[in-house]
């Protein structure tokens, strides 16, 4: 619905731009913009720059008193930013200029290619004061504005992702969209920077009208996409149907040859939800194609470059269809999911391999992404001196001079190195290869068969177990590397994740470490961001504050992870926190008509955001269905399960 509707509507804006007066700049500017879309979104990711805490710094804007990661790492650009709220929405009202909202987070690859590139230029902010009030926004803080203009960047270009980048008119409604912008024109990037800056300065000053029209047409079609997400008739409740008809429409899409949701031509990433959804089916149904497509999938990321095999845990997509070249962001979400989905996988196989990676999974997620005193961060970055993989990367030669040249052959007939190529980044001048060697990323030789067969083996687990030694001396060098930089904010609804997956596992696997580790990043969520007084619950901790009111997403996650705590331990502490949570998350996301918000400032926002499906991660308003769900079924509240029955659903 919103690929059709977003083509639609951005041929209607290019032949509204074409008929009038702002001109051939402003319309190769919409035509390029695809180009720059494609650029950050195809090496899309998340990264997090150096500290420079310490550095001289010779400009200071008004993000420095945000507690915020994202927005901190903007806090000395030559722009005049501001953070979203009153103080930029009423400068651009009261100047009648346009706003400049600038979408990331503090992961994203691209997004810190601008920061370097572009808004640190002080001839690119000089235009960017002059003309525009500029805001920032961190997506994982706001999660709802984020969407919001999201679907307002796919309406207008077709295409989504990280930076996000749009120009609005003072009441907040978009008009132009696109990505990273190159600091000047690049045939193959797009317009520079300051040539979108000069166009839609022109637009506005010459041309207001037109462009106020295309930012009506933009709304129109939002509310109409929006609309049609939310739906408007109540199916009756039917999950065996909606079950085989989740079933028949993923299996199709499973690629037969390298695993995995997407063709053999595209990026892919590891799509836990419907991972998890397909494996239900199996459990339930015992359909024998769903857990085909399903074990292939879980073999082909364990045995590819997407898992790292020497630290554990996964990185966030691989660019290319055989999970060998991953994009090297290491997400809290993914983890958790697929700590949840190893484990599951194992109890429905009981096969050893994905029994050793949850347990490799959890044991990284405590080393790496866990608080010493509980709860865990939200990523890893994916470079180092703006080079993706740096970190992570491995040359034959230098393999050979940590284990020696007869151990690195064996181990490099079990593990291959794919080379990675070396992305087109304006300000970054890639190290040379060590030997004449490309960097590689480390993974499985496959087919597996084959490659056990070689190595006189008779399974993977005893594979992983043969070269462990091997293993740890090459990831004891890669500690004494730098490390890319970790996002040390606690979002609420992640840890939710991960509390359920390390309860779970930890009980499924006889692992009582890992529930130890899921109670303590819960006493410390509950401590820190609940208000038992008025139930209300905040989305994210940052150096020990908890702030940005919840969303219904936090609420649900937290509840459902404090009833998986409960059903594991028995302790009735659990039960109770979840109905306190549950209660407060109908008090305050339930709507009339039956559905849920999904952000405690509907009011407040261009239009109302409904949930529109599993993404990355179960949305909000899965998770309050599971949660209302279990608390129905241990207690006698028949409240909780009139609150799912009655829920609007989209029967289409």
């Known amino acids: 619905m919103i690929a059709v509707t977003a083509g639609l509507v951005y041929r209607a804006i290019k032949r509204t731009l074409t008929r009038n007066r702002i001109g051939v700049a402003v319309i190769s500017v919409l035509a390029w913009s695809h180009a720059s879309s494609t650029l950050a979104d195809d090496a899309a990711g998340r990264d997090l720059p150096a500290d420079n805490a310490t550095a001289q710094h010779k400009y200071t804007n008004k993000l420095i008193d945000s507690n915020d990661p ?32 600038s979408i990331g987070y503090s992961t994203c690859y691209w997004c810190h290619v601008a920061e370097r590139t572009i808004y640190s ?19 994982e803080q706001r999660p709802d504005l984020d969407r919001i203009y999201m679907l307002a960047r796919q309406i207008m270009t077709g295409q989504g992702g990280w930076p996000n980048n749009l120009f609005l008119t003072p009441n907040l409604k978009p008009f132009y969209a696109g990505s990273y912008f190159p600091p000047k024109d690049d045939p193959r990037a797009g317009p520079g920077f300051p040539t979108v800056l000069t166009s839609i300065n022109q637009g506005w000053t010459s041309d207001r009208a037109q462009v106020l029209g295309v930012a009506e047409n933009v709304m129109t079609a939002m509310r109409r996409v929006q609309s049609a997400m939310s739906g408007n008739i109540s199916a009756r409740v039917n999950p065996g149907a909606w079950m085989a008809k989740a079933r028949d429409t993923l299996l199709p899409q499973f690629d037969p040859q390298y695993g995995g949701l997407g063709d053999r031509s595209r990026t892919k990433f590891p799509n836990a939800p419907r991972l998890a959804l397909v494996l239900s089916d199996y459990r339930i149904n015992r359909t024998s194609a769903a857990l085909s497509a399903v074990s292939g999938t879980l073999d082909a990321i364990a045995f590819g470059g997407i898992h790292d095999h020497l630290a554990g845990g996964f990185h966030r997509y691989s660019t290319e269809p055989t999970w060998s070249v991953p994009h090297f962001e290491k997400m809290l979400y993914d983890n958790a999911q697929l700590l949840q989905l190893y484990t599951a996988a194992f109890q429905s196989t009981g096969k050893p391999l994905y029994r050793q990676i949850a347990i490799e999974t959890a044991r990284y997620l405590a080393k790496d992404m866990m608080a010493s005193d509980g709860g865990f961060y939200t990523a890893r970055d994916a470079q180092l001196d703006g080079v993706e993989g740096e970190g992570y990367l491995w040359t034959r030669g230098e393999i050979s001079s940590l284990l020696g040249a007869k151990e690195a052959a064996r181990l490099l007939n079990a593990y291959g190195l794919t080379p990675v190529p070396r992305p087109n980044v304006p300000d970054v001048v890639h190290p040379r290869d060590v030997d004449g060697q490309p960097p590689a990323v480390l993974r499985l030789r496959v087919p597996i068969d084959q490659t056990l067969k070689d ?7 005893q594979l992983f177990s043969e070269f462990a030694a091997d293993r740890a001396r090459l990831m004891a060098a890669r500690e004494k590397r730098r490390q890319p930089a970790r996002d040390e904010k606690m979002v609420i609804s992640l840890n939710g994740l991960s509390i359920a997956a390390l309860a779970e596992s930890g009980q499924t696997l006889g692992e009582p470490e890992f529930l130890n580790w899921a109670k303590m990043a819960a006493e410390r969520i509950w401590s820190l961001a609940y208000e038992q007084k008025t139930g209300a619950l905040k989305h994210e901790i940052f150096h020990d504050a908890a702030q940005t009111d919840g969303f219904l997403q936090d609420y649900a996650s937290l509840g459902a992870s404090f009833m998986t705590l409960f059903e594991v331990t028995g302790d009735k502490i659990w039960q109770n926190r979840a109905a306190g949570l549950a209660d407060s998350m109908l008090d305050r996301f339930s709507r009339p008509d039956g559905s849920f918000s999904t952000t405690p400032n509907e009011r407040d926002l261009l239009i109302p955001i409904t949930d529109e499906g599993d993404m990355e991660m179960p949305s909000g308003t899965s998770m309050a269905i599971d949660l209302l769900l279990r608390l129905h079924g241990t207690s006698t509240e028949t409240r909780y399960l009139d609150a799912c029955v009655y829920r609007k659903f989209d029967s289409a």
Request: hydrophobic fraction near 45%.
């Open 455 to 461: 190595a006189g083996l008779d399974n993977v687990t």
């Open 70 to 101: 994202y927005l901190l790492l903007h806090a000395h650009n030559p722009v005049d930013w501001y953070p979203w709220g009153l103080e930029a929405l009423a400068k651009a009202r009261q100047e009648n200029k346009p706003i400049f909202i």
């Open 121 to 139: 230029n002080p001839d690119i902010a000089k235009l960017m004061n002059q003309w525009f009030v500029n805001v920032k926004v961190d997506s």
